[in-house]
């Protein structure tokens, strides 16, 4: 496959020099180690309700059967250690993706209508060299990634990488998997007297093109957005990964300051230099800054722009409220959005965003508070007190002007507002000695017209080996959602694009 | 008749004299007898080193022998050794520290243990002996346990789960290792601990930083399925650590600052058997099954947390310390070695004034890098008898006290290097 065939070179391309530079270690390089770790998962997921693209009922038909192995080993030589991380997932084509091949356009059109070359991979994720230079100053060289910001469920700092949400979308509380990691070179400066760390990371650009960006499931599968399911939107705009205005080769990079202030608050400076972390959709009749870039057969591409962020953080312990505040913000020049055209400019060809690019300043706010509750002597009986977090994320165009008309996705009507305001909150509970752990996730599009998601689930630890997952996947859209491809509602934005798509999901894991 | 009475007088001395004899051989047992629950009973009024055994069995430990299952081997004490840095700052700065009742604060602090002399007559007996385990453990300028195991077991079932971790603690005050330190301006002490096994918490760690002034620590926590440092809260100190049954204030007995706690309490001096000497190992990574591994631990019988060891006679402070009204105990009763301010047990109390934990720590005197001596806890066990589940802490023969670690390898830097994958 044409993917692994990359990986590979990627890899031999990274740990080659890396060997070299090993061989040049000094004879009395004495203590060497290897340590292996990974586990082997299975995933199962199940709709709990009738995806409307299909001409059968589906409900309660498994959507996902995912078979893991990874892998990840470290050789340590001294203070030198050298880490492959490797992960392979092959999917088992349910009755139910098979329809989905055969709705619409077809699912997974784009990839040789097959099912196995969008979802299963055999790759090397990360390879990467740590060398100390001195004893305040240390390098990782290699396929990485580097998690910059406060906030995990949103993306506010943590730019540097593209997320991949194809396979089941924003719901995999583990990111690591998700990220996708970049060949870079990271370098840390240690300031102990001021507790500080100067982190430098620098992408020459030798990635793979499908390692930029965020990752949606574009291609009509079980993750589309409504009513998009078996809807290949590669077909006819294909990613281009070669615009002028967003190279997958063109350099990236960055530098944060980390530090502790004589208060014991945790503060952050950055800057850096990314793609845009979402796909802006880019046409023809439109080109973004008068380049054209390539263009797919329905005259329109997915492209990445190169923007600028400069963002801050600051956490810290609150003794009179006994929990930790954190906060996170970023500024990001030029975001690029999509736009529809009121008038019947040519360009607006298809509506719903499709009339081109405009850029915005972007500021994105988040506000955390985690908090211990003892729920110990409660209806619920804990064993030991219990983690809660509540976080406010907010999107803000300073210079945000209606008749711009710039939507939320492409794809929908629903005009992008100045305010855009997400709480989500979290509230994990352990019992006997935390070997059943039941959590509860809930999120809200505040200014979305209260539309909300619950996640209950509840993790089974057995031994040391063994580990169970079940979870529920609520989506409660409200009002915000359309039920056929040719509305034209207003209205259906984050929590509406997955009516429909409730999930049942169970993992079953042995780490070893 | 002379006779007779002389006969009779001499008759009735050597009796006397045999029967004191054969008492003094009966009560005196020797090395290596071990004390179980088929024969308690006779052992409690026979004698070890001339003390009963009775005498130095506390309450709780006597109910385990009986009802759990307890062996005691015992053995004759030893001194525990000396480290010639220890003494001679500690002699140097000898009565120049003072504790403030109003504050429970210590004052004029330098190095070395704060109040070598106190008396059992001293009103603030209590405090001063937790500011002697606060600042005089005699642990080294830092430490580096590069492994040690948390073994969690139920009474019935046995072994449930095992974790790996690894501890690195650097001294700022107290120090008497160089670089030594003279006051309690900087923080006490960093902490960085991160887990290396099971894989579901491989990576995870965490850095904490003690103060002197008595504020909650700093606790940042590094979450490697995220890749991202998040602080943690400082109110964490008398929770449970992750899944196991011992809270974060009861690490190697008592682990908080002298002032969180209310008040304390000497109830007395006595002599208890205890592991000062414990043997080794502790630990055999070459050994073949679980309970091979762990032979100071006899996980092969019910309730599988007994521990397998030699116990000496050991005089002991035994100290009552009051908590806060929100901690999960009501009251936490201490037995501190005389010699040094180190803990071997310790009974909590439920709010309810129950009985509820069990907590032991086993010593064994360990060599510094520079040629002295500390004392480190070859095993701790936290039994909760109200989930009959327990916590065993076992440490590695790759530790390293003293050495080479700095400041700087204790840091948050450190802490997502260290952690991260």
Redesign the interface.
């Known amino acids: 496959m044409k993917t692994t065939a990359q990986t590979r070179l990627t890899a031999l391309g990274v740990a080659a020099p890396l060997t070299v530079a090993l061989a040049g270690l000094p004879a009395t390089a004495s203590a060497f180690e290897v340590e292996v770790e990974g586990y082997v998962r299975q995933g199962f997921s199940m709709n709990l309700q009738n995806p409307r693209e299909t001409d059968t009922n589906d409900a309660y038909r498994l959507s996902m059967a995912r078979s893991t192995l990874r892998l990840d080993t470290r050789f340590i030589f001294d203070d030198i250690s050298f880490t492959v991380i490797s992960r392979g997932d092959r999917e088992y084509r349910t009755s139910y993706l098979r329809r989905l091949e055969r709705t619409g356009g077809g699912a997974y059109s784009s990839d040789s209508d097959d099912i196995d070359d969008f979802y299963n991979n055999a790759e090397i994720r990360e390879a990467y060299f740590d060398l100390p230079l001195t004893n305040r100053i240390s390098t990782r060289v290699g396929k990485q990634q580097l998690a910059w910001g406060e906030t995990d469920f949103f993306q506010a700092n943590d730019l540097i990488h593209g997320f991949d949400f194809s396979w089941r979308s924003f719901l995999e509380a583990e990111n690591e998997e998700l990220r996708k990691p970049l060949i870079m070179a990271t370098f840390d400066i240690d300031v102990p007297e001021v507790d500080g760390n100067l982190q430098m990371f620098f992408r020459p650009g030798f990635d793979r093109k499908e390692d930029i960006g965020n990752t949606f499931d574009l291609v009509g599968s079980r993750w589309a957005l409504q009513p998009n399911k078996g809807t290949d939107f590669l077909v006819p705009f294909p990613y281009d990964f070669d615009h002028p205005e967003g190279r997958h080769d063109e350099q990236t990079y960055g530098i944060r300051w980390s530090a502790l202030t004589p208060g014991g608050i945790d503060y952050s400076l950055m800057y850096l230099r990314h793609h845009n972390p979402d796909p802006v959709f880019h046409q023809a009749l439109n080109p973004f800054k008068g380049r054209e870039g390539d263009f797919g057969p329905g005259n329109g591409s997915f492209i990445f722009p190169i923007v600028d962020t400069v963002g801050a953080t600051a956490s810290g312990y609150a003794a009179w409220a006994d929990a930790v505040f954190s906060t996170e913000i970023a500024y990001t020049f030029d975001k690029p959005y999509n736009f529809s055209s009121t008038r019947t400019d040519a360009f607006d060809f298809q509506g719903r965003g499709s009339a081109g690019i405009k850029e915005e300043d972007t500021v994105s706010i988040m506000l955390r508070m985690d908090k211990i509750v003892d729920l110990t002597g409660t209806f619920l009986r804990t064993s030991r007190p219990s983690f809660a977090s509540i976080q406010v994320f907010n999107t803000w165009l300073p210079g945000y002007s209606r008749s711009d008309n710039l939507v939320e996705l492409v794809g929908y009507e629903a005009r992008q507002q100045r305010w855009s305001t997400f709480v989500t909150g979290i509230l994990g509970l352990n019992y006997n000695n935390d070997r059943i752990n039941p959590q509860l996730a809930v999120g809200s599009d505040v200014t979305g017209g209260g539309s909300f998601f619950v996640i209950p689930s509840v993790e089974f630890a057995y031994g040391d080996n063994w580990r169970v997952l079940l979870e529920a996947d609520l989506f409660f859209p409200l009002g915000n959602r359309s039920k056929r491809a040719e509305d034209e509602t207003t209205d259906t934005r984050t929590i509406g694009y997955f009516d429909r798509n409730n999930q049942l999901y169970a993992r079953f894991t042995y780490n070893f | 008749m002379l006779n007779l009475q002389k006969t009779f007088m001499g008759g009735l001395l050597a009796f006397a004299l045999g029967t004191a004899s054969s008492l003094a051989v009966a009560e005196e047992v020797s090395e290596g007898t071990m004390i179980h629950a088929g024969n308690i009973d006779e052992m409690l009024d026979r004698t070890f080193e001339g003390k009963t055994i009775q005498s130095m069995l506390p309450e709780r430990l006597e109910w385990q022998i009986r009802e759990y299952g307890l062996r005691i081997e015992l053995k004759h004490s030893e001194e525990l050794p000396r480290d010639p840095n220890y003494d001679r700052l500690t002699e140097q700065h000898a009565g120049t520290v003072s504790f403030n009742r109003d504050t429970g604060m210590i004052e004029n602090y330098c190095t070395g243990l704060p109040f070598p002399e106190v008396s059992e007559d001293d009103p603030d007996a209590g405090w001063k002996l937790i500011w002697n385990h606060h600042f005089g453990q005699p642990t080294g300028g830092a430490q580096d346990y590069r492994r040690f195991a948390f073994l969690?077991i139920d009474e019935d079932g046995g072994l449930?789960?095992?974790q790996y971790w690894r501890f690195q603690r650097f001294f700022e005050t107290g120090r008497v290792d160089p670089p030594q330190s003279c006051g309690m301006d900087a923080p006490h002490h960093r902490t960085l601990l991160f887990a290396t096994?099971?894989?579901?918490i491989?990576g995870l760690g965490t850095l904490t930083i003690r103060h002197n002034d008595g504020?909650?620590d700093?606790?940042?926590a590094y979450i490697?399925?995220?890749?991202?440092v998040?602080?943690?809260?400082?109110?964490?100190w008398m929770?449970?650590i992750?899944?196991?049954?011992q809270l974060q204030s009861d690490i190697e007995i008592f682990n908080a600052h002298p002032t969180w706690f209310e008040d304390y309490k000497v109830i007395g001096q006595r002599w208890v058997l205890a592991v000062a000497h414990s043997k080794e190992p502790t630990w055999d990574e070459s050994a073949g099954s679980p309970n091979a591994q762990h032979p100071r631990v006899d996980l092969a019988n019910a309730p599988h947390w007994n521990p397998v060891d030699q116990w000496e006679p050991r005089k002991v402070w035994v100290i009552e310390a009051t908590p806060p009204s929100?901690h999960?105990y009501s009251r936490k009763v201490m037995y501190m070695e005389t010699e040094y301010p180190r803990f071997y047990f310790s009974e909590t109390y439920d709010q309810g004034g129950d009985f509820w934990k069990w907590l032991n720590f086993a010593l064994r005197p360990y060599q510094t890098a520079d040629g002295g001596w500390g004392l480190i806890s070859a095993w701790g066990q936290t039994v909760d008898f109200k989930?009959r589940?327990a916590t065993i802490f076992q440490s590695h023969p790759d530790w390293v006290l003293g050495g080479d670690l700095?400041?700087?390898d204790v840091?948050?830097?450190?802490l997502?290097?260290a952690g991260r994958?």
């Open positions: 969690l449930e789960r095992t096994f099971p894989r579901d491989s504020r909650l700093d606790t940042w490697p399925a995220v890749r991202r998040r602080t943690l809260s400082g109110g964490a929770d449970p992750g899944g196991t049954d929100e999960p989930a589940h700095s400041a700087d840091s948050r830097g450190a997502q290097r994958r």
